[in-house]
C-alpha cells in the first residue's frame, strides 16, 4: 500500500525559510510524478511545484517561482521543497502526491499525503 508522508511544517517569521520533505512507503517516488500542493484556509487546493519521475523537469506555480525549489532524493525516497522569503499568503496545508502524469491540476494526482501546516507570521 502506497503511503506518502510529508514533514516540516511549521510556524516562521516572514522572510524565513522552511524545508518540506514528502518520503514514500510502499513505493519508490522516483517512479513517478510528484507535486506539491497547499491549501489555505477557506480556499481550495493550489497547484505549487512539479518534479518529473526522473528529476530532469520542474514547474512552479507563479506565486512561488524564484523563491520555492523542488528536488528529490531518490536514495532517500524523498522529494523536498524548499522554500524561502515567506509570506504570510504562503500560510496553508501543504500535501505532496504522487501522479503518472507530469501535471499541475490535482486531479491527475491519485496517491497523497496528510499534509503538513506550514504558518507563516507577519
Known amino acids: 500500500q502506497v503511503q506518502l508522508v510529508e514533514s516540516g511544517g511549521a510556524l516562521v517569521q516572514a522572510g524565513g525559510s522552511l524545508r518540506l520533505s514528502c518520503a514514500a512507503s510502499?513505493?519508490?517516488?522516483?517512479?513517478?510524478?510528484t507535486g506539491w500542493f497547499r491549501q489555505a484556509p477557506g480556499k481550495e487546493r493550489d497547484f505549487v511545484a512539479v518534479i518529473s519521475w526522473s528529476g530532469g523537469a520542474t514547474y512552479y506555480a507563479d506565486s512561488v517561482k524564484g523563491r520555492f525549489t523542488i528536488s528529490r532524493d531518490n536514495a532517500k525516497n524523498t522529494v523536498n521543497l524548499q522554500m524561502t522569503s515567506l509570506t504570510p499568503e504562503d500560510t496553508a496545508v501543504y500535501y505532496c502526491?504522487?501522479?503518472?502524469?507530469?501535471?499541475?491540476?490535482?486531479?491527475?494526482?491519485?496517491?497523497w499525503g496528510q499534509g503538513t501546516q506550514v504558518t507563516v507570521s507577519s
Open positions: 510502499g513505493r519508490s517516488l522516483s517512479s513517478y510524478n
Open positions: 502526491a504522487q501522479s503518472p502524469k507530469y501535471s499541475v491540476s490535482d486531479k491527475e494526482y491519485n496517491y
